[in-house]
């Protein structure tokens, strides 16, 4: 792994195209696929980085130390209106499953 392997990879995310994407998340397909354990984790940032993922194993890019760093870089370039989809998100996972 090396940096410019991370900046390739954020540029992809920010694609014009792969971007808006990310923002489109299937609630009730994560809960199903959600384990009791990860209950807890229900955060905008952990669904943010699933998101990140997702689009990461689309191009082959399973290296975890990558997806971390990236989901890291994009999440701070969000705005906060753009944050906030996310953290709605995660109060409607945690609304549906309980807590």
Not at 35 to 53: D, E, G, H, M, S
Not at 72 to 99: C, D, E, M
């Amino acid at each position: 792994m090396d940096m410019n392997t991370i900046e390739l990879f954020i540029a992809h995310l920010q694609n014009p195209v792969i971007f808006p994407g990310l923002f489109l998340f299937d609630i009730h397909s994560y809960i199903r696929t959600l384990r009791p354990y990860n209950i807890r984790r229900v955060t905008a940032y952990n669904l943010f980085k699933k998101q990140i993922t997702e689009e990461g194993h689309l191009i082959n890019m399973t290296d975890r130390k990558v997806i971390c760093l990236s989901t890291n870089k994009v999440w701070r370039s969000l705005t906060p209106a753009q944050r906030n989809v996310f953290v709605i998100y995660a109060r409607q996972v945690r609304f549906i499953i309980g807590h």
